[in-house]
């Protein structure tokens, strides 16, 4: 029987993988095996990475590819990108190389605003804690002076505090509200560090307070903490052209081309089954450039998935249109992302991938990122509307499947020159590679 353990993250590193072996992969070398091999041979590169977070035993890598040929407001990028996923990277390569031709992507950013709250009781009378607050707030802006003063410096701080009653929801309940700029950082820490000075303050002020009743002097705090919805710290991307530019189909002309385009997307402005995997597709991009960014991709995706149910239905996050004989394609998401702090200076590929973009502001990267999935998006409706997803996907995911079955690179040539007339799917890639053995 399994024996629960305490103090493992006291262990080595050795130590903790020979407790895995012993006690979960016994008689499996192999996999212990496994975990060294992943070691970096450079031991402080290793260390490095072993201390990002923690129990670490090996690491586990991504591949980190590139998508060239991205003209946006006019310069051309390459674009990092980490993903597993196959088609994925030459999807984005292909919209890139399509719209270079066609203006290119614009993109602005909306808003950078950031968002914090600290989640407080208050047992007593609703006027008396406006009127406290109203004393209180420069008091609050004073205390967080120390943290926000280089923040400040940059151009940003802390933008206004808002009391805002929610005891329509919760008995005796409301929040400081709080509004952030934090510049090229994703601002978590420096957000977090003034709420929970506000949260000192408030709470040490209000039992001071002369006209507070002793029940109304004891406020208590919940809980202080950014928000990862941020509907205002906003960025746009779009595409356009003349109607008759979208002429990569044979089969197909421009305006028939836009139209079905246009059908699809607004199918998934109606339809949640429909938009959740549209937006994944969308994610596709935005997720391997925010990993290659060192951003956090959890954040990201919990403030962007929550954008797109803001209207109560989950929906969309790209639109499309067609008016006098324009087509256009758009994005609108929030991002809070750093090009500074975080694992941003840290990780070796990230700085790399910062420099590829050629060191970007955070607005900078928040154009890049929605970029990035807008493009994505394109060629997925692009593939969905004409060819279908499985020829363009399973041409990619060919190599996967070879691989696995252990395909020698003699047969992966042959293989990979057969099914450029063939369709790929996993049964005829495995009897192909059978029937060349066996020849
Ligand atoms: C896969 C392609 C690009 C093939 O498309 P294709 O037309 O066969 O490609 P091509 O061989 O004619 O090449 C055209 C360009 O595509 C790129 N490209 C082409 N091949 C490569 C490659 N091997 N490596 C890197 N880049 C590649 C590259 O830019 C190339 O230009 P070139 O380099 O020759 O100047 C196309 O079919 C496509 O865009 N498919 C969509 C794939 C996709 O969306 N994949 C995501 C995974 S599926 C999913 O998760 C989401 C989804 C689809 O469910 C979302 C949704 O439902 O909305
Ligand atoms: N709910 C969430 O999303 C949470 C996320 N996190 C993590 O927090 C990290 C991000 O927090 P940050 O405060 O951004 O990182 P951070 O604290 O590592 O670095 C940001 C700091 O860099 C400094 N700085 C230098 N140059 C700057 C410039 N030009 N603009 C702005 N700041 C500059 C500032 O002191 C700023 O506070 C991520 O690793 C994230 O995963 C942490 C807690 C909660």
Redesign the pocket.
Known sequence: MIKPITGFSRLTKKEKIDWLAETYLKDRPEDVAVLRQYWNEDSRLQQLHDEFTENTLSNFYLPFGLAPNFLINGDLLAIPMAIEESSVIAAASKAAKFWRTRGGFKAEVIDTKKIGQVHFNFFGNKQKLEQFFKTTKPKLLEAVKPITR??EK?G?GVLDIKLKDKTAEIDNYYQLHCEFE???????????SCLEKFAEVFQNEARDYSDFSSEEKDIEIIMS??S?YVPECLVRAEVSCPVEELNENKDLNGEDFAKKFIQAVNIAEVEPYRAVTHNKGIMNGIDAVVLATGN?F??VEAGIHAYAARNGKYSSLTHASLENGIFKFWIEIPLAL?T????TSLHPLVKLALDILQQPSAKELMKIVAVAGLAQNFAAINSLTTTGIQQGHMKMHLMNILNQHNATEAEKKTLTKHFTKHTVTHSSAVEELNKLRNS
């Open positions: 280089n923040m940059r940003g934090t510049k090229d950082s994703m601002g978590a820490n420096f957000i977090n903490i950014l990862n956090d959890r954040a750093g500074v702090g975080g694992l």
